[in-house]
């Protein structure tokens, strides 16, 4: 029963692509088709000399990178690439228990966010994921840009209407780390920047600086939640662990991968 389900669920997954037509921005828009001159595991894998720690980060995305698509935008899917310049790292591998990722519409500008986080968030702010999220690696692909195929599928959309203000991501990280690294740009003056603590439940940052990761935003429906459920579930048995959710909260299983190509935009 487990083959059968993992193999379903693989199945389903494998067979996910979003469509040609789609509408997609990418921020930064100066990347989106070549290689970020950075890299980072934050928010994914907040871990300090081996010690696992949590996190608390958010990304402002400059709305002009948005301009491309008709707003109102409902975004549901986000997608990363790996780091073609990590030789031998493949993306994001493993298993975060608890992962939370909200967005809103914000007036700060990118190297203009606070440090004080709850001074960040628009007042549309919106938890649009909340659960356990698994990564499973995938090919760099030197000498890049990798594919975005490192994907986090959104339990809700948020409608994002970019002639409003600008993009606030914040992840909220309670559940350790998934190895390895994203690409990133680090360019003062373009259009991200960050804040972080490795505190989830921090109100003041220990990192502000114009570091941002390369993510595209998609407006695809997610991959079948039953299916992702079953296969990052039975990853968990086979590593001979599982993975509870904190406060009480059900627990939730969700995979981000796929082999097919990403959409262009």
């Known amino acids: ?28 828009a100066s990347v989106n ?15 300090i000399e081996q010690q696992p720690v949590e996190m608390r980060y958010q990304q402002v995305f400059a709305a002009s ?3 491309s698509v008709a707003p109102p935008f409902p975004i549901t899917m986000l997608l990363f690439r790996a780091d073609a310049g990590q030789i031998g790292q493949n993306g994001l591998s493993g298993v975060i228990a608890d992962f939370e990722v ?9 190297d203009q966010l606070s440090a004080t986080f709850s001074q960040n968030p628009g007042g549309d702010e919106q938890i649009v994921f909340d ?20 994907l986090l599928p959104l339990q809700s959309s948020f409608v994002y ?18 190895s390895g690294a994203v690409d ?36 695809e429906p997610a991959t079948p939640a039953a299916a ?7 990853a968990g048995l086979a590593a001979g662990r599982r993975h509870p959710r904190r406060r009480g909260r059900r627990e939730e299983w969700w995979v981000a991968w796929d082999s097919n190509p990403e959409p262009t935009g």
């Open 161 to 178: 209407d970019w002639r409003q203000g600008n993009l606030l991501l914040e992840v909220r990280n309670r559940g350790g780390g998934a």
């Open 102 to 110: 909200r967005l809103s519409t914000t007036s700060r500008n990118p």
């Open 184 to 219: 990133a740009e680090l360019q003062p003056g373009d259009s991200v920047s960050r804040v972080l603590s490795f505190d989830a439940d921090a109100s003041v940052a220990d990192t502000v600086d114009s570091l941002g990761l390369v993510v595209r935003f998609a407006p």
């Open 65 to 67: 990178d948005f301009d």
């Open 228 to 234: 992702l459920s079953a296969l990052v579930a039975l």
């Open 33 to 47: 088709a070549v290689e970020g001159n950075a890299n980072s595991r934050f928010p994914f894998d907040p871990d």
């Open 131 to 150: 659960g356990a999220v698994g990564f499973t690696p995938v090919p760099s692909n030197p000498p890049g840009p990798a594919p975005f195929n490192i």
């Open 1 to 28: 029963m487990h083959r059968f389900a993992a193999g379903l669920a693989l199945t389903l997954l494998l067979s996910w692509a979003p469509g040609a037509s789609a509408q997609v921005a990418t921020s930064p």
